[in-house]
């Protein structure tokens, strides 16, 4: 039975390093939480370290970009990961081709730029469908306003061409302010569906946790704890990795939780728990 607390206060001397997750703990899509802001602030200065994991499908320095727009201070974290870091991993090593069809919006032109240490890899060239060894999928191209089902055609094009579909975020869903948009791992799910094959890098994958421990240097025996609002994603990602979570249910199922956001009913928590057939070590309204 998971564990409703007040506070990351409460439970954070028994860590060393926490995996956060961005949107919907950290951040809205449009502002930061002040008080996510301050948990964090305050675990680093009671000597904790703080990585941001997030499965944006771009590069962790494009990430760091937005970061002022948001309202994220420096203080408040070590290190970031992005699904967008692993996977580009996998995609100069050549997981899908070195010719591949890019289906997500220009935002993410990022995720190909060419990482330092794949600056002697053969090129990867971004070409049509019909000319593609491989796809990319980073997202809708129009996240406002396409679902999944507007690529049947084109994936099923894809399928009979036996192309393998690299998804540069495995999240399903993400909450903009208010709004709700269709995430690449809803539309890799929906390839799955039709019988092509996808190949994930972020959370609940393990890449994305590999290259959260090296780039925080970690020793063995560091004491974990997740933190975030995907069940399948943040807290099953915990779960696999055998460490411990904070599940944040004001974010994406804030709606099965009751009507105060920031402190969910236990009775309706348990019962949705359940039903995922997961259970976080913690859980708690809104990190703080």
């Given at each position: 039975?998971?564990?409703?607390?007040?506070?990351?206060?409460?439970?954070?001397?028994?860590?060393?390093?926490?995996?956060?997750?961005?949107?919907?703990?950290?951040?809205n899509g449009i502002s930061a939480y002040p008080a996510a802001v301050e948990a964090l602030r305050a675990f680093r200065q009671g000597g904790g370290q703080v990585c941001?994991?997030?499965?944006?499908?771009?590069?962790?320095?494009?990430?760091?970009?937005?970061?002022?727009?948001?309202?994220?201070?420096?203080?408040?974290?070590?290190?970031?990961?992005?699904?967008?870091?692993?996977?580009?991993?996998?995609?100069?090593?050549?997981?899908?081709?070195?010719?591949?069809?890019?289906?997500?919006?220009?935002?993410?032109?990022?995720?190909?730029?060419?990482?330092?240490?794949?600056?002697?890899?053969?090129?990867?060239?971004?070409?049509?469908?019909?000319?593609?060894?491989?796809?990319?999928?980073?997202?809708?191209?129009?996240?406002?306003?396409?679902?999944?089902?507007?690529?049947?055609?084109?994936?099923?094009?894809?399928?009979?061409?036996?192309?393998?579909?690299?998804?540069?975020?495995?999240?399903?869903?993400?909450?903009?302010?208010?709004?709700?948009?269709?995430?690449?791992?809803?539309?890799?799910?929906?390839?799955?569906?039709?019988?092509?094959?996808?190949?994930?890098?972020?959370?609940?994958?393990?890449?994305?946790?590999?290259?959260?421990?090296?780039?925080?240097?970690?020793?063995?025996?560091?004491?974990?704890?997740?933190?975030?609002?995907?069940?399948?994603?943040?807290?099953?990602?915990?779960?696999?990795?055998?460490?411990?979570?904070?599940?944040?249910?004001?974010?994406?199922?804030?709606?099965?939780?009751?009507?105060?956001?920031?402190?969910?009913?236990?009775?309706?928590?348990?019962?949705?728990?359940?039903?995922?057939?997961?259970?976080?070590?913690?859980?708690?309204?809104?990190?703080?």
């Open positions: 039975m998971t564990r409703i607390i007040d506070a990351l206060s409460g439970i954070a001397p028994n860590y060393d390093v926490l995996f956060c997750d961005l949107w919907g703990c950290v951040h941001l994991m997030t499965n944006a499908p771009r590069p962790s320095a494009r990430v760091i970009e937005g970061f002022g727009r948001l309202g994220i201070p420096e203080d408040c974290w070590d290190a970031i990961v992005t699904s967008g870091d692993a996977a580009q991993d996998a995609l100069f090593a050549g997981a899908v081709g070195r010719r591949v069809w890019h289906l997500g919006p220009e935002k993410d032109d990022g995720f190909f730029d060419v990482p330092a240490e794949w600056q002697n890899a053969p090129a990867i060239k971004r070409v049509e469908l019909e000319d593609a060894e491989g796809i990319v999928c980073t997202g809708p191209f129009d996240e406002d306003t396409e679902t999944p089902e507007d690529y049947r055609g084109r994936l099923m094009i894809a399928r009979q061409k036996g192309l393998k579909l690299l998804c540069a975020n495995p999240d399903i869903v993400v909450d903009v302010g208010e709004r709700r948009i269709y995430c690449a791992g809803a539309i890799a799910e929906f390839y799955q569906e039709l019988g092509g094959t996808s190949l994930y890098f972020g959370k609940p994958h393990p890449p994305i946790y590999d290259l959260a421990r090296r780039r925080l240097n970690l020793w063995d025996g560091a004491r974990v704890l997740v933190i975030g609002d995907g069940i399948r994603t943040d807290i099953a990602g915990g779960v696999g990795e055998g460490i411990d979570s904070l599940f944040i249910t004001g974010g994406l199922a804030a709606e099965h939780m009751g009507d105060d956001v920031d402190k969910p009913d236990p009775v309706l928590l348990e019962q949705w728990l359940a039903g995922q057939g997961l259970d976080p070590t913690f859980s708690i309204g809104r990190l703080r």
